[in-house]
């Protein structure tokens, strides 16, 4: 499955979106910037359970945790 390689394109790109979104002053970009990492674990952890790179698999498990508790914290900030 060549084609599932090309997988690693677009969760790199959410990533860096997402980064760029949770650097934001404005509360809904931060939340949306979360939303878009947990949505580049996913990727990244399809791609890692298709590749058997297990430790990528785990990262992303402990990654989606810590953007989990950014989405709750961001929802209690003011701003």
Not at 4 to 27: C, H
Request: charged share 10%; with cysteine.
């Amino acid at each position: 499955m060549e084609w599932f390689n090309l997988l690693q394109w677009p969760a790199m790109a959410t990533n860096v979106i997402a980064a760029w979104l949770i650097a934001s002053t404005q509360k809904i970009r931060r939340q949306f910037g979360f939303w878009c990492f947990l949505a580049g674990n996913l990727l990244w952890g399809f791609w890692g359970w298709h590749e058997q790179a297990w430790a990528i698999v785990v990262l992303q498990i402990f990654l989606a945790g810590l953007n989990i508790r950014g989405v709750n914290k961001n929802e209690n900030k003011n701003n």
